[in-house]
């Protein structure tokens, strides 16, 4: 059995139940297939495959927190530290109840790969809990906020470990970390990322993922002899990653026709007005319904059904496995040019691999969404140097950075014989980076 095999058959033999974290462990072994081939005696020596499955650290801890109601409710805490091999652990934290080990472990693997292709020096971890933050008071969400990082604080610092935000951590969630972490360990400290502006966040932040998911798709159209502008284009989300990603699109000339949320979805054919959907989604943190009934255009259809709509480009920004093999053929059928990742691993292998063999450009997220990390990186660079840039220096950067992973990962998919295929590419490049630092820092 070739190495890749051994270490995958490995992955799932040692890591039962998760397979999550097993489909993102096979994406990216494959398409390392032909680098690992060419040194395979020295990884193999090495373990160098082993240790990259395999997180440094894993904490799992009991939430304990009361509602208003005077009960005791207990959640589940993770936060896996995967890889430090180029700088901190860096990654955001999900509150969401489907959390579990194996969605933390995929996003922390993903996210190492991820990290090491924005050039910056960040390694891999994620966090989160399965505490559902829909339909809490603030009073309950502060109280599990603080006690799930009292626990948390021991682990984490600003050269250590550095947390942000992922589905269900926004601003708010973050304010409250930061005032407990700042408690217990006395430091006012970079620990967070996707802090407010007031107390050390970042110009720039909220919006990094989504425009940066379109600063790399329009860079990608672009290389491939396409202009974003005029291009119909369909968004799954309705969260931070879909609403940012919406406002860039449109203000870059294209015209998005939906969103969607985990009840239903939207279709407006005059394009979703993102000021509506920013009331709904984050001052009311209303559903999608609420959009339809304001907006005459709108139709809200129940369950899922954004990629049954003819498009050009197709940007899954919701959650993982949301875009399946059905929805490809769909997407296909109706003349899609591209798709790009907002989320993290929205598409499934099966899906992944139709769309590219019928010649659609497709972006994985662990290059599309960089944005978000990147410039969290950016907020740690300006708490180190206790300055704040403004929003324009911070954009410039975060454009500069996407547009430079897209140019890293064709020029890696073209050198190892795999034009044009920028899941391999993202993987390949994402990868040298981190094998190089591990190797030089020996046995660790
Ligand atoms: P939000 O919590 O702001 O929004 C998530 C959106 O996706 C909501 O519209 C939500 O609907 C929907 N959603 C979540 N879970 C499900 C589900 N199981 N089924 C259907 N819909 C679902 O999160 P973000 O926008 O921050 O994150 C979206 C994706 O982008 C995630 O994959 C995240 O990991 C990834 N990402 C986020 C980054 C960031 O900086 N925030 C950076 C890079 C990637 P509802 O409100 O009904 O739950
Ligand atoms: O998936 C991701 O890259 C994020 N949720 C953002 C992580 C971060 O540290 O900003």
Not at 45 to 61: G, I, K, M, S
């Amino acid at each position: 059995m070739s190495y890749v095999d051994e270490v995958y058959a490995l992955v799932v033999e040692k890591n039962p139940a998760q397979p999550e974290f097993h489909q993102a462990v096979k994406e990216v072994l494959e398409s390392l297939r032909v680098v690992i081939e060419a040194h395979e005696e020295e990884y193999r020596r090495d373990a160098l495959l082993e240790r990259l499955v395999t997180p440094e650290r894993q904490l799992l801890f009991r939430v304990p927190w009361v509602d208003d109601k005077g009960q005791v409710q207990v959640n589940n805490g993770f936060r896996v530290q995967f890889n430090s091999a180029i700088g901190p652990y860096k990654g955001g934290l999900r509150l969401h109840p489907s959390v579990n080990l194996g969605i933390i472990k995929f996003l922390g693997f993903e996210q190492i790969f991820k990290n090491s292709l924005t050039g910056l020096p960040i390694g891999g971890g994620k966090g989160g809990s399965d505490f559902d933050p829909k339909g809490k008071s603030d009073r309950e969400v502060m109280a599990f906020c603080q006690s799930f990082m009292t626990e948390l604080c021991k682990y984490i610092g600003a050269d250590t470990d550095v947390p942000a935000g992922d589905i269900g951590t926004g601003a708010r969630e973050i304010g409250y970390m930061f005032g407990q972490y700042k408690r217990i360990r006395g430091l006012y400290e970079g620990v967070l990322t996707g802090k407010g502006l007031s107390y050390g966040g970042s110009l720039a932040r909220t919006e990094a993922t989504g425009y940066g998911l379109l600063y790399l798709t329009e860079e990608m159209l672009k290389c491939n002899g396409h202009d974003i502008k005029g291009k119909t284009i369909c968004v799954s989300g309705a969260g931070n990653v879909a609403i940012y990603a919406i406002q860039k699109a449109q203000q870059l000339g294209a015209k998005v026709v939906t969103c969607s949320d985990s009840t239903g979805w939207i279709y407006d054919p005059e394009g979703i007005d993102v000021a509506l959907l920013k009331d709904i989604k984050e001052v009311k943190r209303a559903r999608l319904t609420e959009y339809a009934a304001t907006r005459k255009s709108a139709e809200y259809h129940e369950g899922r059904g954004v990629w049954s709509v003819k498009c050009d480009v197709a940007l899954p920004c919701a959650t993982q496995n949301e875009l399946l093999i059905d929805d490809a053929k769909a997407l296909v059928a109706n003349g899609c040019i591209a798709v790009a990742e907002g989320a993290n691993m929205p598409t499934t292998l099966d899906a992944t691999e139709y769309l590219q063999k019928n010649g659609i450009l497709f972006c994985p997220g662990k290059a599309s969404n960089a944005g978000g990390v990147a410039t969290s990186a950016l907020e740690m660079s300006q708490n180190s140097e206790r300055l704040s840039w403004t929003f324009e220096e911070v954009d410039g950067k975060l454009k500069n950075i996407m547009v430079n992973i897209f140019h890293n990962l064709d020029s890696a998919a073209k050198k190892y014989g795999m034009e044009g295929n920028y899941v391999a590419g993202a993987n390949i490049a994402g990868f040298l980076k981190v094998a190089d630092a591990m190797l030089a820092q020996g046995v660790c």
